[in-house]
């Protein structure tokens, strides 16, 4: 009764004094810690504070079985990145993050397969490896891709347009851990700008736009799951991803190739662009 | 590009520096900072990044027209609380917090009228009045109540059982500033348990009790507006309250009156419960 500014805070980290899963009571505690530290040090007004409530329902009414904003704020404050930082700091390839299109399953495909199901965009073969970081193949695993089309849209968000599935796959490395695939180049893109997180980029004036880039997701037993992008050499916006995603290691050559026999070897035709991503994964 | 954990911080705060609004950049740039150092200090791991986006979007999704789970989350985390703390920092009656009942708008009473729509529960009459600091009457002011039945419902709460409006009025006081109205006693009770701040409040061992209370805003043209309650000084609770709302000078005795001239003066019968609450608003 009668809290002030500071006893407050206490009275509320004495709440926590009860909870059994200690890790649990360590996140509640920081978080409450600068959570207060926050609204102290800014002298929060009631219409700000308001304004922060329906900011973040609005970020949980705009999030759906096909769209996460909560993820998208995440990522454009440097947390989901800063979240891959801190656990991706391993041997192997290195992360980067997740994005907010990862809400469906990738449906299973052979190597070779095109994960282009509307036949517009520039064609692509994507060949790669998956190794442990001593240079053993790994068979067996798993590649789960996820790209946007040519004009920078995921399936999800043009339901109307594209069939579901379109630029996503799930592949298995062959006995030499090798994989590949056909799609189309993707394109930069701004990430969705009609709910609440694209309201934010506007009104601190931020461009809203990322490279271009293929997802990636790579398993295999007994390794630490990986989650990357391979980012198209010669995208705008490497220096700028509205979500601080790049890694230099991650950006990867789409070259174009017009000799005919490569064609061949693909089941495409001239020209194409060929990008190779090898992949190393952590041990376990 | 390859941003480490300190410099990532660096960048995300270097996209503000275009932010018209100096409020809004300097509110961005504080949460920024707190938000990466919690994650930085706690080492968040992936897995706990992904239940902290499941838990946000759920509290957005538990909240509708007439449910506001963040203002719920707010309270528990005694963020709300600390807001008031901060901003109801002058003269006159203390503020507390608004709670997360205040969805839909208070009916227009006339002074005298029962908010009690459904005839059961402690029958009880509050008094009051509305001044300025220096004990001016403050005529006309708006006095806006909402509070739980008996058992510890709000009306949006039941939506099958209470009429909409039941415990809610809207009051003007009269030309000596004065208020009253007939009610029924507040039951004390649990806040909404059957969401992800009860969940919450489940994993930490926590109560989800409040003390007994009425819920008042006073305005009045050039005063500030008051967000307050009156809390029934028998309650279970008040040395407990699962939102950190209590303030001393709050507690008020809800008296129980057997004096039959008085309850003829009231339009009720004997025994009634009494309570008086006269509420000062400071100068805007």
Redesign the interface.
């Known amino acids: 009764?009668?809290?002030?500014?500071s006893s407050?805070?206490d009275?509320?980290l004495a709440?926590?004094d009860?909870?059994?899963?200690p890790r649990?009571?360590?996140?509640?505690t920081?978080?409450?810690?600068?959570?207060?530290?926050?609204?102290?040090?800014?002298?929060?007004?009631?219409r700000?504070?308001e304004q922060a409530?329906e900011f973040?329902?609005?970020?949980?009414?705009t999030?759906d079985a096909t769209r996460?904003e909560?993820?998208l704020l995440?990522d454009v404050?440097?947390?989901?990145?800063?979240?891959?930082?801190?656990?991706g700091a391993h041997a192997g390839t290195e992360s980067t993050v997740l994005g907010p299109f990862h809400m469906v399953d990738s449906p299973a495909r052979e190597l070779g397969d095109s994960v282009n199901l509307i036949g517009k965009g520039q064609p692509c073969v994507i060949t790669g490896s998956v190794r442990d970081v001593d240079g053993t193949p790994l068979s067996g695993a798993t590649v789960d891709i996820w790209q946007c089309d040519e004009n920078g849209f995921y399936d999800v968000q043009q339901p109307e347009s594209q069939p579901p599935g379109n630029g996503r796959g799930l592949f298995h490395a062959d006995d030499e851990g090798r994989f590949w695939f056909r799609t189309v180049v993707p394109s930069h893109y701004p990430i969705p700008t009609d709910g609440p997180v694209g309201a934010l980029l506007a009104?601190?004036?931020?461009h809203p736009y990322r490279p271009a880039h293929v997802h990636v997701i790579a398993e295999a037993p007994g390794h630490v799951p990986l989650?990357t992008h391979m980012f198209v050499a010669d995208s705008p916006y490497?220096?700028s991803d509205a979500v601080?995603a790049?890694?230099?290691n991650l950006v990867t050559e789409f070259a174009e190739v017009t000799e005919p026999a490569e064609a061949e070897q693909y089941g495409v035709s001239v020209p194409f662009r060929h990008a190779h991503f090898d992949i190393q994964l952590a041990r376990a």
């Open positions: 009764m009668d809290l002030d500014e407050l805070l009275a509320v709440t926590l009860g909870t059994p899963d649990l009571k360590e996140i509640l920081t978080v409450g810690r600068h959570l207060h530290a926050a609204v102290r040090e800014l002298r929060l007004t009631n700000e504070w409530v973040l329902t609005a970020v949980g009414h999030s996460q909560f993820v995440s404050l440097g947390v989901s990145m800063l979240v891959e930082t801190i656990n009104a601190t004036r931020r989650t490497l220096d601080f790049v890694r230099g």
